[in-house]
């Protein structure tokens, strides 16, 4: 299986600001998603990350506060823009080589906001 | 909208059970199902991934089964261990509209030696 890497894998930052988490595969995938994981509970789809395009965003989730950049097949963009305490969760990348493989993830940002 | 619910939330167990975890999923137009396996305060680890065209998928200690059109998935996890510990998630990947994985709502594993 691939290797995502994400980065930061964590930040504390302040009310008002934006954090751009980076996620970069090791070899060219199909998809690639953006799930946020709040304490003590599963994943929420936040987006698909199109290559080329804009990304199709999930109910609940629009554009200016998270925008996302997928400039090529093995590497994405997530941005948490204008941070408020309720943004504080883990983010996590994950990818697939297409819709017959598995799906892999990196290690997660862990987002605190003051 | 689409749900995936698993049932039970929170499973607590002596070594050596054979389990039983449940997924239930609304919307049968899936392309395949993925189990994951979450440790404490660490990433996703893929267990085992079916495809709608599967009934079945064995890995080791652990059987997976699907039944698409009634929306249900199965992982059986035989002999349980300490080791087996962990927040079970599955995740079909839906085909409606564009492809997307909706994950389950979990459920906790706790194995007692």
């Known amino acids: 299986s691939a290797v995502i890497s994400q980065k930061p894998s964590r930040d504390i930052c302040q009310r008002g600001t934006s954090l751009t988490i980076q996620c970069q595969v090791d070899s060219q995938v199909t998809m690639m998603f953006w799930y946020r994981q709040q304490p003590g509970q599963s994943l929420t789809l936040i987006a698909t990350?199109?290559?080329?395009?804009?990304?199709?965003?999930e109910s609940g989730f629009v554009i200016d506060k998270f925008p996302i950049s997928r400039p090529n097949l093995t590497f994405s963009t997530l941005t948490v823009s204008n941070m408020s305490p309720e943004d504080s969760s883990i983010y996590l990348c994950?990818?697939?080589?297409?819709?017959?493989?598995?799906?892999?993830f990196g290690s997660g940002t862990q987002l605190s906001v003051l | 909208k689409q749900e995936v619910t698993q049932i039970p939330a929170a499973l607590s167990v002596p070594e050596g059970e054979n389990l039983v975890l449940n997924c239930s999923f609304t919307?049968?137009?899936?392309?395949?199902l993925q189990w994951f396996r979450q440790d404490p305060g660490k990433g996703l680890t893929s267990l085992l991934l079916i495809q709608s065209s599967q009934r079945e998928q064995t890995s080791g200690r652990l059987n997976a089964s699907l039944d698409k059109s009634s929306g249900r998935s199965t992982l059986y996890i035989a002999a349980s261990q300490p080791g087996d510990s962990a927040t079970y998630l599955c995740?079909?990947?839906?085909?409606?509209?564009?492809?997307?994985?909706?994950f389950g709502t979990g459920t906790r594993l706790k194995v007692l030696a």
């Open positions: 919307d049968s137009a899936i392309y395949n």
């Open positions: 994950s990818a697939n080589r297409g819709s017959h493989e598995k799906l892999f």
């Open positions: 990350a199109n290559q080329g395009s804009e990304a199709t965003y």
């Open positions: 995740a079909p990947l839906y085909t409606s509209g564009t492809y997307k994985y909706i």
